[in-house]
């Protein structure tokens, strides 16, 4: 195999060839298995690094990634492009929201991972070590979780390196979606590859299970927007799309175990100090109003009646 093959674990693509396989490593003792496409282009160019599944009911998400690294010809790419469309297949199989459910963890909250930890750390050690760590430029798709409805937004990171943020907001606005949100999320995909110096974005469409044709064009359409602007495939520069830059993402949470009353709709315009929507006991008493901290775009609301606390009910972007 020449130097210009793309490796990842077991699999490698020679250049100009494409290849789909599985790639197995050990989790808690067990046989993890990751698949991925390993596209290596004809032309030189950059590494694109494509996840979907960290969440694995963000469905619009893995649609998509499976629609890329299906359809993607080496022929017509300058550059490499790895494709994993479900990072999290236990999660997948059990359609678990928010957590892995080999050790219950937010998968997304565990980046750079440890390979020491428990199965949510080593997954995403392994991940960010031989995938993450292989890009350019790194895109991570996500969208609303079963019981999230939202309105598409594309996160960044600022991690202080002038050169990667810059590049990481560009990624944003070349995406196509129409917010753009700042955030900093300890333990994520997009920080924690921001902070290793590889550009990053992670890009919100789709929710509550469902995943139309629109949701999962938003994704398709933005990579290839962006490999477009890498000038990875033909068609030149994409146009530029209006966007709205929200630099704060504020999450509200619930203080109580109850039932969940929004009183607002995604992509609203809410003012500081409104009222956002109630969580209530079973007779209907207030447990607590949820108050709007400033004035802004509600970016995604938790759509179940059923509410927990310390979950997240909604996020206003300001
Ligand atoms: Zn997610």
Known sequence: MSNDALTVGTLSAPRGEKRYGVNEFLVEGQTYRLPMWLINGV????????????????????????????????????GRVIVVPVVNMPAFSARSIYVCPLD?????????????????????????????????????????????????????????????????????????????????????????????GIPSILAESGGQGIWTVQDVWQHTNGLNRLMRHLKMTSGGAPETVPFTLLE?????????????????????????????GFVKDCEGHILQTAISPAEGIVLFIVSSLAINRTDPLLAVGA
């Open 43 to 78: 032309g030189d160019g950059p590494t694109l690094v494509v996840t979907a599944g960290v969440h694995a009911a963000e469905y619009a998400s893995i649609a998509a990634a499976l629609e890329l690294g299906r359809s993607l010809d080496p022929e017509s790419l300058s």
């Open 104 to 196: 219950g963890k937010n998968p997304n909250r565990m980046f750079p991972g440890n390979p020491h930890g428990t199965a949510s750390e080593q997954i995403a050690h392994w991940l960010f070590r031989n995938v993450i760590l292989q890009g350019t430029y790194y895109v991570d798709l996500h969208g609303g979780d079963l019981i999230e409805a939202l309105v598409p937004f594309t996160i960044f990171f600022r991690s202080g390196d002038k050169h990667v943020d810059e590049v990481s907001l560009e990624m944003a606005k070349v995406f196509g979606i129409h917010f753009l949100v700042c955030s900093e999320t300890p333990g994520s995909t997009f920080c924690a590859a921001s902070v290793a």
């Open 248 to 276: 704060r993402f504020l999450w509200l949470r619930s203080d109580h175990e109850g039932f969940w009353y929004p009183a607002v709709a995604v992509n609203d315009r809410v003012k500081a100090g409104q009222n956002l």
